[in-house]
Antibody
């Protein structure tokens, strides 16, 4: 059974940092593009970043470029999102997601809430 | 990276059919057959319902179908059921960005 389990969310002050993790199981992690998708409270879905199978390509939405870094450890079946210089508008549930093709996610984690507030 | 346009809400009675539209441009919806649809119940993660415009993943009811005409994709739910009440999002590959783009989302209400 495919499982994606996020962790690392919480309350952080503006300008602070947080690192999200996603533990994957039930499939060959190293064979898939992986993504982070977020959803602000009461708002729609937004692609944040994705990363190629071997980590050689990484893409980001404009609003997080230079602040967020996506990475993966295929030996540990884990996906990460390092978030720096956090802003109030980064407040959202962050989902770990498995991409089967460009823009198509077939499995999602349960999400982890990040709240940026003083 | 502008979001695709969806109606804010659509409603229907049990047993009826409803259609949700997703309008983009020739750089995304109109240019590629890489449109997908997701269902999201409150407090839950999204679920893939349709991919590549009209393909259903295993386990998704055949009451859900997808199509596309020009720059607009559509999701049709036939035989509407109470459990279909949820938010629905479209998504498309886009040549304008390195990431795919989601639609604005549509709340489906079963009357």
């Amino acid at each position: 059974e495919v499982q994606l389990v996020e962790s690392g969310g919480g309350l952080v002050q503006p300008g602070g940092s947080l690192r999200l993790s996603c533990a994957a199981s039930g499939f060959t992690f190293s064979s898939y593009w992986m993504s982070w998708v977020r959803q602000a409270p009461g708002k729609g879905l937004e692609w944040v970043a994705n990363i190629k199978q071997d980590g050689s390509e990484k893409y980001y939405v404009d609003s997080v470029k230079g602040r967020f870094t996506i990475s993966r450890d295929n030996a540990k079946n884990s996906l990460y999102l390092q978030m720096n210089s956090l802003r109030a508008e980064d407040t959202a549930v962050y989902y770990c997601a498995r991409e089967v093709e460009a823009g198509v996610v077939d499995y999602w984690g349960q999400g982890t809430l990040v709240t940026v507030s003083s | 990276q502008s979001a695709l346009t969806q109606p804010a809400s659509v409603s229907g009675s049990p047993g009826q059919s409803i259609t949700i539209s997703c309008t983009g441009t020739s750089s995304d919806v109109g240019g590629y057959n890489y449109v997908s649809w997701y269902q999201q119940h409150p407090g839950k993660a999204p679920k893939l319902m349709i991919y590549d415009v009209s393909n259903r993943p295993s386990g998704v009811s055949n009451r859900f179908s997808g199509s596309k005409s020009g720059n607009t994709a559509s999701l049709t739910i036939s035989g509407l059921q109470a459990e279909d009440e949820a938010d629905y999002y479209c998504s498309s590959y886009t040549s304008s960005s390195t990431l795919a783009v989601f639609g604005t989302g549509t709340k489906v209400t079963v009357l």
